[in-house]
């Protein structure tokens, strides 16, 4: 049986959900997808990370987000936004991919229903156990993020199962050899967190140095450690192999052997924009962004726009939950206008 909705939304990140609150404020019917759980990319952060914004740029639905201390870590944050989709009482569709979509004309008076208007895309979804469900909403946001497509490096051995894209914790990695590649907070953050769980800890980046973006506050503490060599660093590197036992590095004195256990590919990701591109929704081959009006979030494709960073193509750092989380706001506007 098909469902139908005002508004579908494709990823329960904090921009979806932030989305679907200005929906159902806006007093608009809603369904959230997620392949996940809610705010899945936060529950995949480093266990014991915390975040670089401080509590109130990451609120959502105008909700207080308090913490005692001065940044929130991720467990402050997935407790804030269980709360919120809580108190909106926003239907979260947890474990449910949204596999297509595919324009139609519905009415849904037609269907006895009299709460959604018009609907213009139908989407299939499939749950985590194989179900196929079709809803069919009046308008679709693309939320999808980033987090499930990560930037490889494309090099032999990537495959292998020490090898990883995205880090947990220290303790995993005690007493082991391990390569961590990339320049950024990830790699930086990741490398301290091993290097004091015991771990031997290499960092291969392609820059000359660490990232400019390193938070200032970290900034001193890995200094130090590559300047003592308690931390090894191979700048203007690239991996070019990964065996079971090391990574082949090859660096500005040639190709050297570093002795690796565990490899840590902290490389960024790129955003998900296959759904956009199924419906035909350009994308800008230099900067990746999807084609879309900054003021509305609509793309040129009629009922279908934008939430989150995904409007920030492959330059993901240019939106964050920060200035993400008002994208919901300006699409419910232009939806209600
Ligand atoms: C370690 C770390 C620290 C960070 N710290 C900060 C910080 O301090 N401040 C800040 O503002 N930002 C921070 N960020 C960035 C922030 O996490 C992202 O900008 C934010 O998650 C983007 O939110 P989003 O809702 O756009 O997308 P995402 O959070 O990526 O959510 C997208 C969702 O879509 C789902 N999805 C994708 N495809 C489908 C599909 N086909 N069907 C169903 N569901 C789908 C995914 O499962 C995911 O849950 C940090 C990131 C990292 C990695």
Same mark, same amino acid.
């Given at each position: ?54 509590? &109130? ?5 105008? =909700? ?5 201390? &001065? ?18 009482? *926003? ?6 991919? #949204? ?13 006895? *229903? ?19 469900? &079709?809803?069919?909403?009046?308008? =679709? ?26 880090? #947990? ?10 390569v961590i590649v990339g320049g950024g ?18 960092? #291969? ?8 973006? #390193?938070?200032?506050? *970290? ?20 991996? *070019? ?67 989150? =960073? ?28």
């Amino acid at each position: 049986m098909t469902a139908f909705v005002d508004v579908a939304i494709v990823g329960a990140g904090p921009c979806g959900l932030a989305a679907a609150i200005a929906a159902i404020r806006g007093g608009l019917s809603v369904s959230v997808f997620d392949r996940g759980c809610l705010v899945n990319g936060i529950a995949g952060y480093p266990t014991y990370m915390t975040f670089f914004s401080t509590a &109130e740029r990451i609120a959502i639905g105008g =909700v207080p987000f308090l913490v005692a201390t &001065e940044k929130p870590t991720r467990r402050d944050a997935l407790a804030y936004y269980r709360g919120v989709a809580s108190l909106y009482d *926003v239907p979260v569709r947890q474990y449910e991919t #949204v596999e297509s979509m595919r324009p139609v004309r519905y009415d849904p008076s037609a269907a006895g *229903v009299t709460s959604a208007r018009s609907a213009r895309w139908l989407l299939r979804s499939i749950t985590r156990g194989g179900a196929v469900h &079709e809803t069919a909403a009046h308008a =679709v946001i693309i939320a999808t993020g980033y987090f499930g497509r990560p930037n490889l490096l494309q090099v032999p051995g990537e495959t292998l199962p020490h090898v990883r894209h995205g880090y #947990v914790e220290g303790h995993t990695a005690w007493r082991a050899p391990v390569v961590i590649v990339g320049g950024g907070n990830s790699a930086v953050d990741a490398a301290l967190d091993m290097y004091r769980a015991g771990a031997y800890v290499t960092m #291969v980046h392609v820059g000359a140095s660490l990232d400019n973006g #390193v938070k200032p506050w *970290v900034r001193p503490e890995i200094e130090a450690r590559i300047h003592d060599g308690s931390i090894q660093a191979h700048y203007e590197s690239r991996v *070019v192999d990964i065996t079971p036992e090391d990574v082949v590095v090859q660096g500005p004195s040639g190709e050297v052997r570093v002795p690796a256990t565990q490899v840590y590919t902290m490389t960024g990701y790129l955003p998900e924009t296959g759904l956009l591109e199924a419906v035909g929704v350009p994308i800008d081959p230099l900067s990746g962004i999807p084609s879309h009006n900054p003021l509305t979030m609509a793309t040129p494709v009629p009922g279908v726009y934008l939430a989150g =960073v995904i409007a920030s193509g492959l330059s993901a750092n240019r939106i964050f939950i920060e200035n993400g989380r008002d994208h919901g706001d300006a699409i419910v506007r232009h939806l209600l206008s």
